[in-house]
């Protein structure tokens, strides 16, 4: 699953890279505000996303989460094996996708422990995500998927993860959602607050 992920500078950087067809003084402003706000993004909480607007990119903010059912908690991951059959779901799977980008995410252990899970030597994670409009407000979910490797000692769900080169398929590419909804994400590396741990020591690679 993902709860909470961290933008920053470098993540505003990278958005600004990825939205070059949109008019130079508009990127400017977006990741002026990105920096701004470089901080832990939370459920409920307005966060960028990029979405295609025709042939180009854009950057826009949405707030993370759809209501929930009655009234009740925030809906804030969708399940990407059963995102295309749940009517909340459905429709944004085949018309309004996105990509949340991120310096990196966090997931907390059976012990409360927290980990930090990005990816070596890169400025982002691009995590696929849904949105709707709720009462005149964009709102969006994350997909998750089955833990890979790098994920599973910690917890049995992470967010579904696009390559870089694969984030104008996703959002413009209908004929390949369902290729994108089953893909295994890339492997992470992982520290906790205390120290930088190795997912696959030299002992495991016998």
């Known amino acids: 699953m993902c709860g909470r992920y961290y933008i920053d ?20 402003i977006a990741a002026a505000d990105i920096r701004l706000q ?5 459920p409920s909480e307005v966060a960028p996303v990029i979405t295609a607007d025709g042939g180009s990119l854009c950057c826009r903010w949405q707030r993370w989460g759809f209501p929930g059912f009655a009234g009740k908690q925030l809906i804030f991951n969708a399940r990407s094996e059963s995102a295309l059959e749940k009517k909340t779901f459905r429709e944004s799977v085949e018309r309004r996708r996105i990509v949340v980008p991120a310096a990196w995410f966090y997931e907390w252990n059976r012990k409360k422990e927290k980990n930090i ?11 696929a995500g849904l949105f709707d409009r709720y009462q005149a407000e964009e ?7 089955e833990a890979n490797d790098s994920m599973r000692p910690v917890h ?13 398929g996703w959002l413009q590419e209908a ?3 369902e290729m994108f909804l089953n893909k295994v ?3 992470l590396e992982r ?9 696959f020591p030299e002992e495991n690679s016998k």
């Open 185 to 187: 994400p890339p492997l």
């Open 156 to 168: 049995d769900r992470m967010p579904l993860l696009l390559e870089r080169d694969e984030i104008r």
């Open 9 to 28: 500078d470098d993540t505003a950087r990278e958005i600004e890279k990825l939205v070059r067809e949109v008019d130079e003084k508009m990127q400017r």
């Open 38 to 42: 470089a901080k832990d993004i939370h």
């Open 191 to 199: 520290r906790t607050e205390y120290e930088q741990i190795s997912l």
């Open 175 to 177: 004929p390949l959602v």
């Open 117 to 127: 899970f990005y990816r070596q030597g890169q400025p982002a994670l691009y995590m």
């Open 139 to 145: 709102r969006f979910v994350i997909l998750t998927t």
